[in-house]
């Protein structure tokens, strides 16, 4: 993972750009499009086609996707691979508040005022579909059923928002851990990506970020939870000993 200083590097790049494609649809081999915006969408219905309304390109670890204060002109659907949303300060603080991962929708942050509040970058190799927002408009206008995914999409993005949120003000360090550690394999399990051990792609000062705690706090969460039994760890790999117990963990004590 990027050091520090690797970190502040990716932040004065220059975003992906993304190649205008005149191949076949590209969502009709794509592994995620059961989770993605065109879920229930039947993409032929589409003012344009496919290969204009929805772009398919690669990125590589560390690549900026977005930046605070971009023109909102894209969204972003992810086909594979993972990306770290994070909200930048002038001072040169930075906060993760967001994992992506196969099926999710990023960029959504910009739907507001036409411009991008928040910074994406590449945790990993993978492959991106950008979708151009002026033309997902426009669909919208055409296609009652484009609108009503775009509502539910919103609201998952802002219920996802509001448990993280409770599980930073309420838990205790090892709890937010342990609810994090969940609702990854959760979602590994909603992709039929689910394992007994996971392969966590962020490094720890990126998750001790997005919990809000330090690092030496994460640490002694993780040998916490590993000498209760709940879970062992081998460096990025995480096996779930005792998912009962540590599901236990988050239950309200007497």
């Known amino acids: 993972m990027h050091t520090s200083l690797n970190i502040d590097r990716a932040h004065q790049g220059a975003r992906i750009n993304i190649p205008t494609y005149h191949s ?16 229930s969408i039947d993409i032929n219905k589409l003012i344009n086609p496919a290969n204009h309304y929805v772009q398919k390109f690669k990125i590589k670890k560390g690549d900026p ?14 086909r594979d691979g993972y990306v770290k949303i994070e909200h930048s300060q002038p001072i040169g603080q930075h906060h993760i508040n967001q994992f992506g991962m196969a099926g999710d929708l990023l960029g959504l942050d910009g739907w507001a005022d036409g411009k991008h509040r928040y910074d994406a970058y590449a945790l990993s190799d993978g492959e991106l579909c950008s979708i151009n927002v002026k033309q997902l408009h426009t669909a919208m206008k055409l296609d009652p059923a484009v609108t009503m995914i775009i509502e539910q999409l919103m609201s998952y993005a ?26 990854y394999r959760n979602r590994l399990d909603h992709l ?27 640490s002694r969460s993780f040998t916490f939870l590993e000498n209760k039994g709940y879970i062992a760890v081998k460096n990025k790999e995480v096996s779930f000993t005792d998912l009962d117990q540590l599901e236990a963990l988050l239950e309200p004590s007497d």
Do not use: W
């Open 158 to 183: 802002l219920n996802c928002t509001q448990d993280h949120i409770f599980s930073l003000s309420t838990h205790s360090a090892e709890q937010k851990l342990a609810y994090f550690l969940i609702e």
């Open 65 to 78: 996707i977005f930046h605070n204060g971009d023109d909102h002109k894209h969204l972003y659907n992810v």
């Open 24 to 39: 076949s649809n590209p969502c009709v081999s794509c592994l995620s499009k059961a989770y993605c915006l065109h879920k």
């Open 192 to 218: 039929d990506l689910r394992n007994t051990t996971i392969r966590l792609p962020m490094s720890r000062e990126e998750l001790r970020s997005y919990l809000g705690m330090t690092l030496e706090t994460l």
